[in-house]
Nanobody, 127 residues
Framework: QVRLVESGGGLVQAGGSLRLSCAAS????????MGWFRQAPKKDREFVAAVTWSGPNTNYSDSVKGRFTISRDNTKNTVYLQMNSLKPEDTAVYYCAASRYRDYLAMARRGVAYDYWGRGTQVTVSS
C-alpha cells in the first residue's frame, strides 16, 4: 500500500519560513518524480513545485519561484519543500504527490500526471 505522509505545516507570520516533509512508503521512491500542490479555501488545487527522481531538475510555479525550494533524499524516501518569505496568499493545504513519470517534468504541473497523493498539511500565514 502506497502512503505519502506530509508534515511540517503550521502557523507562521508573513516573512517567515517553514519546511514541509513528505515521507513515502510502499513504492519505489526513486522511480517517481515528485510534486507539491496546494489548495486554498474555495480555490482550485494548484501546482507548486516538482523534482525529478534524482533531484537535479526542478519546476516551480511563478508564484513561488525564488521563495520555495523542492528537494528530495532518496535514501530516506522523503521529499521536502523549503518555504521562505511566506505570504498570506501562501495559506493553503499542501499536498505531496508521486508522479507516474520518471525524469520527465513536462507534465509536472498537471494533477493527472500523479498516481499517488498524500492527505495534506495545513500552512497558515498570518499578516
Amino acid at each position: 500500500q502506497v502512503r505519502l505522509v506530509e508534515s511540517g505545516g503550521g502557523l507562521v507570520q508573513a516573512g517567515g519560513s517553514l519546511r514541509l516533509s513528505c515521507a513515502a512508503s510502499g513504492l519505489t521512491f526513486s522511480s517517481h518524480d515528485m510534486g507539491w500542490f496546494r489548495q486554498a479555501p474555495k480555490k482550485d488545487r494548484e501546482f507548486v513545485a516538482a523534482v525529478t527522481w534524482s533531484g537535479p531538475n526542478t519546476n516551480y510555479s511563478d508564484s513561488v519561484k525564488g521563495r520555495f525550494t523542492i528537494s528530495r533524499d532518496n535514501t530516506k524516501n522523503t521529499v521536502y519543500l523549503q518555504m521562505n518569505s511566506l505570504k498570506p496568499e501562501d495559506t493553503a493545504v499542501y499536498y505531496c504527490a508521486a508522479s507516474r513519470y520518471r525524469d520527465y517534468l513536462a507534465m509536472a504541473r498537471r494533477g493527472v500526471a500523479y498516481d499517488y497523493w498524500g492527505r495534506g498539511t495545513q500552512v497558515t500565514v498570518s499578516s
